[in-house]
T-cell receptor, first 117, second 118 residues
């Protein structure tokens, strides 16, 4: 079963408008973390925002905010005032800690965002 | 400061040959990760190193894959007897894994090595 689900393969938004990228997750661990990464066509993975499962408030970083709904197991990324440079693949990921104490990120399949002028 | 670096940036090899991919993590980062990204897909976890502890190799797809980390810093991912399905971008990341807050968990990624097996 998929642990991170991104249901939108592609999204389009007009420049200066806001856009929400969906992410749902599945875990039985009470302690976890959720990330969003941006991957432009150049290929590098750029960290955007992090939300811990115990964080009381939704995370925000500049134009990025995370709409964290724990009961629904969703962690949607909201980008406000979209810019042409926001066009990229966006990946949602969850931090997993194994019984042995090792950590890894489990990624969704990504959403390709295109910002139109 | 310097970010995560990887070499080579591109590697084309013939099927059956061995390849070595190198990763230099951010200085002071105790955790190092290798991921693989196939065309149009998300990232697949391969292996995790934390300090001097034994690595978590649970994500390695076959025994042709191995990795080591010398002196708690530089890491090498080795693929023996490469197959065409090994073609992918191999990404390395490092993280602090200590302290509090977001910085502890944030993984910084290198630019990746694009491997093509012909």
């Amino acid at each position: 079963a998929q642990k991170i689900t991104q249901t939108q393969p592609g999204m389009f938004v007009q420049e200066k408008e806001a856009v929400t990228l969906d992410c749902t997750y599945d875990t039985s661990d009470p302690s976890y973390g959720l990330f969003w990464y941006k991957q432009p066509s150049s290929g590098e993975m750029i960290f955007l925002i992090y939300q811990g499962s115990y964080d009381q408030q939704n995370a925000t970083e500049g134009r990025y905010s995370l709409n964290f709904q724990k009961a629904r197991k969703s962690a949607n990324l909201v980008i406000s005032a979209s810019q042409l440079g926001d066009s990229a693949m966006y990946f949602c990921a969850m931090r997993e800690v194994t019984q042995g104490g090792s950590e890894k990120l489990v990624f969704g399949k990504g959403t390709k965002l295109t910002v139109n002028p | 400061g310097a970010g995560v670096s990887q070499s080579p940036s591109n590697k084309v090899t013939e099927k059956g040959k061995d390849v070595e991919l190198r990763c230099d993590p951010i200085s002071g980062h105790t955790a190092l990760y290798w991921y693989r990204q196939s065309l149009g897909q998300g990232l697949e976890f391969l292996i995790y190193f934390q300090g001097n502890s034994a690595p978590d190799k649970s994500g390695l797809p076959s025994d042709r894959f191995s990795a080591e980390r010398t002196g708690g810093s530089v890491s090498t991912l080795t693929i023996q007897r490469t197959q065409q399905e090994d073609s992918a971008v191999y990404l390395c990341a490092s993280s602090l894994n200590e302290g509090t807050g977001t910085a502890r968990y944030e993984q910084y990624f290198g630019p990746g090595t694009r491997l093509t097996v012909t």
